[in-house]
């Protein structure tokens, strides 16, 4: 071959895997560009990748704290909604790191001065949130870079090893987690944790929703149950008391279908001293079953969470300020998206009467979670 024609021919071959890359780069419909995480983060590689089910429902990923990026579901109007909040950009993840949608741990929730006990031995965490630990410290389970395999078109593994006193824990933790996206629109979340010294574990997914759409503005208006007959009372640093208290007769209970926001300004201690819904509620039954769900009445989106924990944490977004801008260009104001967190309850390494977050080596920590997505009034 001709030195001119091998050189046309290279070019054309170039110009041709350039095009392939880029369209491929640009095959989601949340308008995100995957070289835009596409990074070093602690001299491990960034990426994002994107699942997709028989219904055309899309959720992009990123290994960074195996964030959810994107998630869009089937509304009313026979369109799809992006449901959870994030960002463009990895670049903006960091800076902004506010655990959206990322996997929280070793322990979820806070515990007390950032300080337990196990077997005699005081163990001292980083503190990061007052005077306590919160979602397992200065660079828990949502700041690092997970081990990511893509298994099938709507199928991730994720492993992490959690070494020994990172963050002031003991033993080194294994970590595997599965995310799932079905042709039943469920999100499914496996987690699997085993450690080689005595510890705490309290795994959970820390998406913030809102089922009207990313950025749409307040959730107040979302219909909720809770599948609940007590909450966990905490003091004003989101502490529990130790008090399991009767939801019954209090602004608390949403047994019943209500309103987000129509009980949100009553004058009840629980709701003043978490600015809002920052609670952790006792799911009723043993097993896998319905924690939670919600419908935004706008889209037509109905969400159901199940899991096989005993609690669930509901947070009504009540510490953003519209200090952060969204991939969609809004901004996150006021109670404009909520968490809805399967696990253990907040403190439970301090609390007796608590389900027990200790982890033994030779035992394997389980938790599912599925979050489940559908239409109601359809056209």
């Not at 055309?56 to 026979?78: F, I, Q, W």
């Not at 949608?101 to 001292?124: H, P, Q, S």
């Not at 600015?275 to 319905?290: A, F, P, Q």
């Amino acid at each position: 071959m001709k030195t001119s024609h091998l050189i046309r021919f290279f070019f054309i071959g170039y110009i041709l895997a350039f095009v392939s890359c880029t369209s491929v780069m640009m095959e989601n419909r949340a308008g995100i560009n995957p070289k835009d995480f596409q990074q070093s983060v602690d001299g491990k590689s960034v990426n994002l990748w994107k699942l997709e089910n028989a219904n055309g429902v899309e959720m992009l990923v990123t290994n960074y704290g195996a964030k959810v990026v994107s998630l869009l579901v089937p509304d009313k109007n026979d369109g799809f909604v992006d449901v959870v909040t994030g960002f463009k950009t990895l670049d903006e993840f960091i800076k902004y790191e506010t655990y959206f949608g990322a996997v929280i741990g070793r322990y979820a929730n806070r515990i007390a001065k950032g300080e337990f006990t196990l077997d005699g031995v005081e163990y001292k965490l980083a503190i990061n949130n007052g005077e306590n630990h919160l979602h397992g410290g200065l660079k828990g389970f949502n700041a690092v870079v997970w081990d990511c395999r893509k298994l099938n078109d709507n199928t991730l593994e994720f492993h992490y090893l959690s070494k020994d006193m990172e963050e002031g824990y003991p033993g080194n933790l294994e970590v595997s987690m599965i995310y799932q996206l079905t042709d039943k629109n469920e999100f499914k979340i496996s987690y699997k944790a085993s450690t080689d010294k005595k510890t705490v574990v309290n795994l959970t997914h820390h998406s913030f929703f809102n089922l009207s759409g990313d950025g749409s503005g307040s959730i107040n208006d979302h219909f909720l149950i809770l599948n609940a007959d007590y909450f966990i009372p905490t003091n004003d640093a989101l502490i529990p008391t130790g008090e399991i208290r009767l939801l019954e007769n209090t602004p608390m209970d949403f047994r019943t279908p209500m309103p987000i926001g129509s009980r949100i300004d009553e004058d009840y201690d629980a709701l003043k001293l978490g600015k809002g819904y920052d609670h952790t509620y006792v799911i009723r039954g043993e097993g896998m079953r319905l924690h939670a769900a919600v419908y935004s009445s706008k889209t037509g989106i109905e969400m159901r969470v199940f899991s096989d924990q005993p609690g669930v944490q509901f947070y009504g977004g009540n510490f953003f300020d519209g200090s952060v801008k969204g991939k969609t260009g809004n901004v996150y104001g006021f109670r404009e998206a909520f968490a809805l967190e399967t696990g253990l309850y907040p403190d439970s390494p301090n609390q007796e009467n608590f389900p027990s977050p200790v982890l033994e080596p030779g035992e394997v920590y389980k938790h599912e979670c599925v979050y489940v997505f559908s239409v109601r009034n359809a056209k």
